[in-house]
């Protein structure tokens, strides 16, 4: 089939080359020039594993192209798909839905009379619905649940497709796109469209409020003097519960979680729905990068002023180069507001996050980093961190003291090593 993808960020960059690799021609259309010719030549730019070969082979064999023209999409396409972003807007925490709207007007404008106009991006429900009035054209709604650093994997493969579709033609034609994931026993739901723009806010909001479920316990435990990580392994025992997204911590950060839980919020209220749950996920989030900064202060002496502090990591989550509201780099922000000397090390996300964050110090090296640091902060849970030899870490730092905001690392061995070692929702090691 002819299918174009409008949008190349994350989303669209990775369902375009996924959709050529299950055969499909498939044309990929962004506004930035740039990002057009540099996908067109087959670099992408941004780190996702896999993605790159997959680009590479496709704009190779001519299966796979770039272009900046709505008229051109509108001409080669039976099914256009719509993976723009749908930021926070800057009055709130409603999204931003400018950028959906312009594609969806621009196909309605091109677009073959039959072709079929899919929405994948991350919408309040009833979006669905009010294009479909708007525009005299056929819609469905497709939502992804892709990670990032999993994102090939995860189209290829996903744990179900979602169809919001009005009519069985749009039905026929998505099982035509993706017959190959069908074919491989994916479980599919079809949907209305509020049904289906929910199912992808629901996920994201429950797998939020897991995070923040353990990050409460996190704060019970500090106060009570229990550990979070072996509470955590406990109910993670339990199959109803189960072992993931149950990683007390920083908190969770990126382009997805923390701004779609504020729009349901936000969309839920306007619907009349009081969602204060989501609300109080929200605020148990930032919570925990305050007490990161406070356990900061507390191994400093009540103070990180003039401190040489080290931050492993700068990414939202490892495997990925993205620092959208990064915990790690929220963080860093803080200390060196508050007098500290800041130095920061990433393996992918370095380049972002200087962009962004200028005022912080960057190290080529982990071990750069350390060297006569006061204070260790360890914000991303790279593998390689968990790697670190404490023994040897003691020898770079001038301080061994260490703040391990992702739970991650082995407090006995640290402190056995003679570091001071402190994590959120566990007690400090004997
Ligand atoms: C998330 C969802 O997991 C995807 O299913 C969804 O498709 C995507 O948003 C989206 O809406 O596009 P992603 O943002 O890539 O994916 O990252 P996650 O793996 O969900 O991690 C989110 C944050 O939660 C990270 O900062 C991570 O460090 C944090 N986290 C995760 C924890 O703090 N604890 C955990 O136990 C798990």
């Known amino acids: 089939m002819r299918l174009t993808v409008i949008g190349t960020g994350y989303l669209g960059a990775t369902h375009a080359a996924c959709m050529a690799e299950l055969g499909h021609e498939v044309l990929g259309v962004d506004i930035d020039p740039e990002k057009a010719a540099a996908l067109g030549a087959g670099r992408v730019p941004f780190h996702e594993p896999g993605l790159p070969e997959l680009i590479a082979r496709h704009t190779g064999s001519g299966r796979l192209r770039f272009t900046t023209s709505f008229a051109q999409a509108g001409a080669f396409g039976e ?97 035509a796109v993706y017959a190959p994931v069908l074919a491989a026993g994916t479980p599919l739901v079809t949907a209305d469209f509020p049904t289906a723009e929910l199912v992808k806010t629901a996920a994201n909001a429950f ?21 979070v990580r072996t509470l955590a392994e406990a109910l993670g025992h339990d199959d109803r519960i189960g072992p993931k997204f149950l990683r007390a911590g920083v908190g969770f950060g990126g382009g997805c979680l923390p701004k779609d839980i504020r729009a349901f919020a936000h969309r839920a209220g306007e619907l009349g729905v ?22 900061a202060r507390e191994l400093c002496g009540g103070a990180v ?42 393996p992918v996300a370095a380049d972002n996050a200087r962009k962004a964050f200028p005022l912080l110090g960057y190290a080529a090296t982990a071990e750069d980093a350390l060297r006569g640091a006061d204070l260790v902060l360890h914000l991303t849970e790279w593998p390689q961190f968990r790697e670190i030899d404490p023994e040897r870490a003691a020898t770079l730092v001038a301080r061994p003291r260490i ?28």
């Open 79 to 175: 099914v256009h798909f719509v993976c723009v972003g749908t930021p926070q807007r800057a009055d709130g925490g409603a999204a931003d839905l400018s950028q959906v709207d312009a594609a969806f007007a621009a196909l309605a404008a091109h677009a073959a009379p039959d072709a079929l106009l899919v929405g994948k991006s991350t919408v309040p429900v009833g979006t669905a619905e009010r294009l479909a009035r708007t525009h005299d054209a056929e819609i469905a709604w497709n939502p992804e649940f892709l990670r990032e650093g999993f994102a090939v994997e995860d189209t290829l493969r996903p744990d179900r497709l979602v169809f919001g579709v009005a009519s069985q033609r749009a039905e026929t034609v998505l099982r």
């Open 207 to 227: 797998l939020a409020t897991k995070i923040s479920f353990i990050n409460a316990m996190a704060e019970v435990c500090e106060a009570a003097g229990g550990d």
């Open 274 to 295: 009081p969602l204060r749950l989501l609300r109080e996920v929200d605020a148990i989030n930032m919570r925990r990068r305050d007490r990161v900064v406070e356990l």
């Open 403 to 430: 703040v391990d905001g992702r739970g991650v690392l082995d407090a006995d061995r640290w402190a056995a090593a003679g570091w001071r070692f402190r994590a959120p929702g566990r007690p400090a090691p004997a």
């Open 305 to 346: 002023l003039g401190a040489r502090v080290a931050v492993l990591g700068a990414a939202f989550k490892p495997g990925s180069d993205d620092i959208r509201d990064s915990p790690a780099l929220a963080v860093a922000a803080r200390l060196r507001l508050e007098g500290a000397d800041v130095t920061v090390y990433d």
